[in-house]
C-alpha cells in the first residue's frame, strides 16, 4: 500500500518589500511568458521574518528570452553572468537578477558546466541547502520542491541531496553549513552533513581567498557565531581555515559585549580577537587597505584599560579619534583578564556621549605672533597641544598663547623639539 506523506500546507508571504512596484513589475512583465519567482535567501529570510536585501528570480524563460521580453517592455537588461545563465533585469533604477532555471551538469571546483531546465524541482536540487531551495511568485504562494520549508521551521540547515556528493562538486559548501548553521540553525548541526563536512575538511585549504572571506565574515557575524565556532574548533575545522587555535573565550566576551550595548557585529574585530592578530591574514584573506589601516591603528590602542579616570579618557579619545578608541576598548576588553569590569561599559559609553574638542590654535596664529613657519613652529604647536589636553582641553584660545609666552620665556634647553616633558597645570576629572 501506498505510504501516506503529509503534504505542510504551504503559506503565503505577506510582506512590504513583495509590494515594491519595481519588483511587481519585472515579475509581471517576465510572467507575460514563462514562469518567474523570487528564490533563494529573500524566500527563506522572509519566512524567518527577517530583513530582505537581496532578491534573486529564478526563471523558466532562457537569457535571451528574459532579455527580448524585459526590453520589449522598456526595461533595461545588463548581461552580467551570461555563462551560469544570469541577466540583470533594471525597473525604476533597482536592478533584479534573472537567472535561468538550469542544472549543473558538470561541476568543477566554482565553476559548473550547466544546461537550462523548465524544471523547478531539477534548478532546486542544484542548490546547495533545502531552505536556500525555496521559491514564491508574485502572490507571496511558497513553492517548495524539495521539503525545505519543514528543516527551515525546524531550524536545521540540510544538505540537498547526498552531502558527501554536494561537498565534492563544491568545497565552499563545507563552510556554507557552517555559516547558515550559525546564521539559521538552532542546536546541534545536522549530524549527516556535520559528519561529511568533518571528513572533508582538508579541502577548505584549496579555496580562494575571496570565497573564504566572503562566507567566514557572515559567519563571524551571526547570532550563532559562537557556538558555530566551538563546533568547528573541536572537529579541528578552524586550525585548517585559520591555521591555529582560536581564543574562543575572548569571543565569547566580545559578542557578549556587542549584545549588551546593541554594537553591530565586526568581523575584523572578532578575526582579530579570535586569532591573535588579523594583520596576518592580509593576503589569506584579501583583506583591504582600510582594514588593515584600522588594525594597525590599533596596536597601540589596543592597550587602554579600564582604570582611564575621565579626563584621561578623553585624551585617549581625541589622540586616538573614535574609530579606533572603538576598535581598541572592544578589543581589549575582550582579552582583558577582568572582563567583568563594570568600567569597560563605561569607556564604550563615554564615547556617545563625548564630543571631539578641537584644537583652537593654528600655525597663523603663531605667525602672528612672530613665529617663523617650520619645524620649531611645529613643536611649539605640538607641546601646546600636549599642555592643552593635560589641562582639560580649554577653549579659549588667549588661555593657550598665553601658555606660549611661558613656553618661549623657558631657559633653551627644555625648549621646542626636546624631550623635555610639560607639566600639567590641571587634572581635575570632568
Ligand atoms: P545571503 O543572505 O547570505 O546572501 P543567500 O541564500 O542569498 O544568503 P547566496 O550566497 O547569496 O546566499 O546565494 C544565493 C542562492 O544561490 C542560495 O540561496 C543558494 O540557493 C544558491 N547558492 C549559492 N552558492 C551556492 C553553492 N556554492 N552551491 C549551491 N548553491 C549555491
Ligand atoms: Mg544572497
Redesign the pocket.
Known sequence: MKKHVAVPRLPRIRQAWLRQPALRKVLEVLNREGTTRI????V??ALLGGAV??I?LASTLTPQEVTRTAQSAGLTVHPTGLEHGTVMVVAEGTPFEVTTLRVDVETFG?RARVSFTDNWEADAS????T???LYCDLNGQVHDPLGGYHDLRRHVVKF?GNPEA?IE??H??IL?FF??TA?YGSGAPDSRGLEHCVRLRRNLKSLSAERVR??LW?LLSAPGALRMLRVMEKKGINRILLGRPLNLKAFEYMVAADRALKLAPDPLLRLHILTGSATEYRDILKLTNAEMDRLRALGPAGSVSPQLRPHERKIVLYQFGRQTYLDGVRCAWALSAVPKDPRWRRLLRFERRASLPKFPVTGADLKALGIEAGPTMGAMLKALEDWWMASGFPDDKHVILKRLEALRRLPSSASFGHKQPLKTEQGAED
Request: proline content about 0%; charged content about 50%; aromatic content about 6%.
Open positions: 528564490a533563494g535567501g529573500a527563506r529570510n536585501t537581496e534573486d566554482r542544484r542548490r546547495d541547502f531552505m536556500n531551495a540537498v554536494r562538486e563544491d565552499l559548501r556554507r555559516r547558515f546564521q566572503q562566507e557572515k
